[in-house]
């Protein structure tokens, strides 16, 4: 999956912050069933209809407030910024389009003169639709378990391409809120994933035999996430750090040399953002993310070893939030790489069901 788009703690602060109008009680409704009642009179029918008006114009019981929908555009964004109450169950799914261009110059100066000068493209195509479901072991812990089923297609000029389908990595995940949210104060959010080397590992795969779809090693990664409502608007931010076991025990020929070991380094993330109410059913998101990864160590059958440079990814993420219902909001996101390690373009598009 590419990176994210990205995913606390609004529950008790997103209910205060704006309650819903209520209709003011209809005189006329005070009545006791059965008694008679007196015609109305003109004058009478003027506060009658003054009242219908209201009650026409004011907001209804399931109607949402803003709060309320940044509530729900942030579980449906970044699923890191809201938790479910106890024994409660919620299910969703992801759909996410991604695109990697590169470009390569390749120059052979083995004698001392360039004896071959070539640029080669290479464009990937990634379809990921993403399962997964959270269900609510505390009201302030929630569990969360993630499978990917990721299509992949690559294409290198002169040399052809590879497609894969398969699964990705398998996620096992936990959201911790360790204070109570209160009303004007920021809200945290601990989180802690698990992740498993369930997909097509990139140090197993053999030249024009397909592509990866999976890390190839198990990772465990630990954040912290921040937000505050400031109605309309939700502030959010987050920070984590990833570290992950070495993949042993390969046997991969890459050029002259066979890769046997490879030890990834570790990564730190960062996200800032903010979601902007627009209306009880429209709202927009606006995220930056940035992820810098230390080098990997390879090891090689003959002795050697090697590593790999660092790298810095970071995503510009517009989206718009759409209520369909008082449980489902449909959310829309494009995200723009900003540097050579990104994705070139992000089109995602996720459903959260609640039950």
């Not at 959010?189 to 198990?218: N, Y």
């Not at 570790?266 to 009880?280: D, E, K, N, R």
Request: glycine share 10%; aromatic share 6%.
């Amino acid at each position: 999956m590419i990176i994210r788009t990205l995913p606390a703690l609004l529950a008790s602060a997103l209910l205060t912050l704006s309650a819903p109008v209520c209709a003011q009680e209809n005189p006329g409704a005070a009545t006791a069933a059965g008694t008679a009642t007196a015609p109305a009179t003109a004058d009478a029918a003027k506060p009658a209809s003054s009242d219908a008006a209201r009650d026409a114009l004011a907001k209804h019981e399931g109607e949402g407030d803003q709060s309320t929908l940044l509530k729900q555009t942030l579980t449906a964004v970044d699923k890191q910024y809201s938790l479910i109450r106890s024994k409660q169950f919620q299910f969703s799914y992801d759909l996410n389009y991604s695109y990697i261009g590169q470009e390569k110059i390749i120059t052979d100066l083995s004698n001392g003169n360039i004896t071959l000068f070539d640029i080669e493209n290479t464009s990937s195509h990634i379809i990921t639709n993403t399962f997964s479901g959270d269900y609510g072991l505390l009201d302030n812990l929630t569990g969360n378990l993630t499978l990917p089923v990721i299509s992949k297609y690559s294409e290198t000029r002169g040399s052809g391409g590879g497609v894969s389908n398969s699964l990705g990595d398998l996620s096992l995940g936990t959201r911790w809120q360790p204070f109570a949210a209160e009303r004007d104060k920021p809200n945290l959010t601990v989180t802690g994933t698990l992740r498993l080397p369930s997909g097509r590992s990139p140090f197993k795969v053999i030249a024009g035999s397909g592509q990866a779809t999976g890390s190839g090693v198990t990772s465990f990664s630990a954040g912290l996430n921040v937000n505050r409502i400031v109605d309309p608007v939700a502030l959010f931010g987050s920070l984590n750090m990833t570290a992950s076991l070495p993949a042993k025990h390969l046997y991969q020929v890459n050029g002259t040399r066979v890769l046997t070991r490879v030890a990834p380094g570790m990564s730190t993330g960062f996200g800032v953002g903010f979601a902007y109410a627009l209306s009880y059913g429209i709202s927009t998101t606006l995220s930056f993310q940035e992820a810098i990864s230390a080098g990997s160590k390879l090891s090689f059958a003959d002795g050697g070893t090697a590593k790999t440079t660092m790298q810095t990814s970071g995503m510009l993420n517009l989206g718009l939030g759409y209520r369909i219902s008082p449980k489902t909001t449909v959310n829309l996101a494009i995200g723009v790489g900003l540097t050579t390690d990104s994705p070139n373009l992000s089109v995602d598009l996720s459903l959260p069901l609640a039950f």
